[in-house]
């Protein structure tokens, strides 16, 4: 995971559309959506975007696992009711939060951590301006691009979520164990496609799991001790190595990538095609004909890779935006601001 960042000079390329073209195209999607701009803060927190990228950046150095953790929680974050920053929010005596829900009790603090530092900047140069859900935007691009991945615009003016509940988690996240028709189904609640689902799995070219995520398809896949026949064995048997001691100790993990862990690329479909995948959920992307051929296509072209990835971002990061009144403006990220005065 320390790994200095590789060569970035597969960056996306920006596609420019007419104006009026892109304001049908956002106004179709979603309302809220189409009231965002890049330039949000420009007049009233015009260094907002540096402040972040200076936290988030320090952030990485000094902790490397930060940015696919960064990826997760923003991932767990939109799929649960929009990119509204309502994962950032800590349970009280009165209200089990997202962030406790059991899909997410897995997702590291360092996160949670970034955010919190970034928000605490800002305050001090512009308080009571700039979103949470702006802020965990705005980080997850910097630290994907900090590990050598490509630009992506992010459209700010987010509201904050006015509500958190770990109740409104279950059957909105993917988790490792679905089926590709529950996967399709997962990400077409919100909007996203096939080509999105398969772009966005790239994420795991960072990252670790947790043994107890795949130990099913690694211990005893048949019930006779066996493992998932789709699995390259000289793998399994790394990962039995590695897991041995998982249920004493479920901090024991396996990275995503074991190839480079600490770099955003298209190794990660390589991986695929030669059954190094970790999760179940991502073999079956090589093994169902709806998505080895993207696959197989990022496998082999890193910039397409990045092309699609980059589209899957940016409109993954306008679903179920707050605006106006739908939100506010959090003083802290992980609390109501009707709990905080």
Do not use: W
């Not at 006779?224 to 790394?238: F, I, K, L, S």
């Not at 990962?239 to 074991?258: H, R």
């Amino acid at each position: 995971m320390s790994k200095k960042v590789g060569d970035v000079s597969m960056a996306a390329r920006v596609v420019a559309f007419p104006p009026a073209l892109l304001l049908l195209i956002l106004s179709l999607a979603s309302p809220a959506a189409a009231k965002l701009s890049a330039g949000y803060y420009q007049k009233t927190c015009p260094k907002a975007e540096q402040i972040i990228s200076d936290v988030v950046t320090g952030k990485q150095i000094s902790t490397p696992t930060t940015a696919a953790g960064s990826l997760r929680l923003f991932f767990h974050d939109c799929f649960v009711g929009g990119c509204d920053a309502s994962m950032l929010i800590s349970s009280n005596a009165f209200n089990r939060a997202e962030r406790d829900a059991d899909d997410n009790v897995s997702l590291p603090g360092d996160a949670f951590d970034t955010v919190i530092r970034a928000k605490t900047a800002l305050e001090l140069q512009c308080p009571g301006v700039v979103s949470c859900a702006d802020i965990l935007a705005l980080a997850t691009r910097d630290l994907v691009l900090m590990l050598g991945g490509p630009f992506y615009t992010v459209r700010l003016g987010r509201k904050d979520a006015l509500a958190s509940t770990a109740a409104s988690v279950p059957g909105n996240l993917p988790n490792p164990n679905m089926t590709m028709d529950q996967l399709i189904d997962v990400f077409a609640k919100k909007k996203m496609t096939v080509q999105d689902m398969v772009a966005l799995s790239g994420a795991h070219t960072v990252g670790f799991s947790h043994c107890n995520q795949f130990a099913s398809r690694v211990f005893n896949y048949d019930g006779r001790g066996g493992h998932d026949p789709t699995m390259n064995p000289e793998y399994v048997a790394a990962l039995k190595q590695a897991c041995a001691n998982y249920e004493k100790d479920p901090t024991i993990a396996a990275f995503n990538d074991l190839m480079t862990p600490g770099k955003f690329d298209n190794l990660y479909y390589q991986n695929l095609l030669r059954g190094l995948g970790l999760l179940a959920s991502d073999s079956v992307l090589a093994a169902d004909k709806r998505t080895r051929p993207l696959v197989e296509l990022y496998a082999a072209n890193q910039t397409a890779f990045f092309n699609d990835f980059t589209k899957a971002m940016e409109k993954l990061s306008l679903v179920g935006v707050k605006t106006g009144d739908k939100g506010e403006v959090r003083r802290r990220c992980d609390e109501f601001n009707s709990l905080s005065t």
